[in-house]
């Protein structure tokens, strides 16, 4: 009988356990974006935020507005990188081209991508070492570059690695020596960071790619989804505070939420520091 007993509070235990875990704490603040497009938090939790039209805004996570950068030529960006120690980084497919600024949105390079022969650039990001990726749809290539030397490294052919269907490149991250390409109706394919193919991830997630620690996160059906790197495994976080929420970023202490014109600044939860 004892054992049953203890049983059945071990059981309610977890259980209240695991509903105590899914909980979000209240918001740090709230900001309305006209034209709200991309979102990226650098290392000190500073926010930045793109609109449709290329403009990007800097905001601090009590929801203050520290500064904004508008280019003479306007255009959408298809990636807004900050997570890296000193530069943010933009680029447009549109205009072919990228932009490396300071913390406080000066810019400080902006060169099109010809310069290095890259004629149809769909995805670009920031890597470790002053490296550039870039997808080169012309010839189907990953390649990346070295900004600072105005050099190419290296080309991939992604051709023969994967199929037709899986060339649609929407997005490239550099993370912890890896990178990432999220792909079009196909999902996520991993490489180390020689451009050499390791895997691919069973992740379905649609969203931009966001990660903490060893672990993968995307929105799906207004749950938070996480894939351990790790492991391998794929598990449910629980509902998201609001329902209209359509993409995640997170930094050091804070997560924000973001939906088609609003965003929420979250402190990090319990739930995912304990993760």
């Keep these: 009988m004892k054992f049953w007993l203890f049983w059945l509070t071990l059981v309610l235990f977890h259980s209240a356990s695991g509903q105590e875990s899914g909980r979000w704490p209240s ?12 979102i990226a938090i650098d290392s000190r939790d500073q926010i930045f935020i793109s609109s449709t039209t ?26 807004l990188e900050a997570s890296w120690t000193v530069n943010i980084f933009s680029f447009s497919a549109d205009l072919q081209s990228y932009r490396i600024l300071d913390r406080f949105l000066n810019p400080l390079v902006e ?6 022969g890259i004629t149809l650039p769909r995805a670009a990001t920031l890597g470790n070492n002053n490296v550039i990726w870039v997808y080169d749809e012309a010839d189907l290539s990953l390649k990346s570059l070295n900004y600072s030397q105005g050099e190419l490294i290296q080309s991939q052919p992604l051709n023969l690695i994967l199929s037709p269907e899986q060339l649609a490149v929407q997005e490239i991250k550099e993370y912890k020596n890896r990178v990432f390409l999220r ?30 620690r060893e672990n993968l996160l995307w929105i799906h059906e207004n749950s938070l989804q996480i894939f351990s790197l790790t492991t391998q495994e794929t598990f449910t976080l629980g ?18 939420l973001a939906s088609q014109d609003r965003l929420w600044i979250y402190p990090l939860p319990e739930f995912l520091k304990t993760f």
Excluded: M
Aim: aromatic share 10%.
């Design 54 to 79: 290329g403009d990007i805004f800097l905001y601090q996570s009590t929801g203050v507005q520290s500064n904004l950068f508008s280019p003479p030529r306007q255009g959408r960006l298809q990636q």
């Design 239 to 256: 509902p998201l505070p609001q329902a209209e929420i359509q993409s995640i970023q997170i930094g050091q202490k804070v997560v924000v």
């Design 27 to 38: 918001p740090l603040s709230s900001i309305e974006v006209k034209n709200l497009d991309l």
């Design 183 to 212: 792909v079009k109706d196909s999902g996520i394919f991993l490489f180390d960071n020689q451009a050499n193919f390791i895997q691919s991830l069973p992740v379905s997630g649609k969203g931009r790619l966001c990660f903490y």
């Design 111 to 116: 060169k099109d991508f010809l310069t290095y």
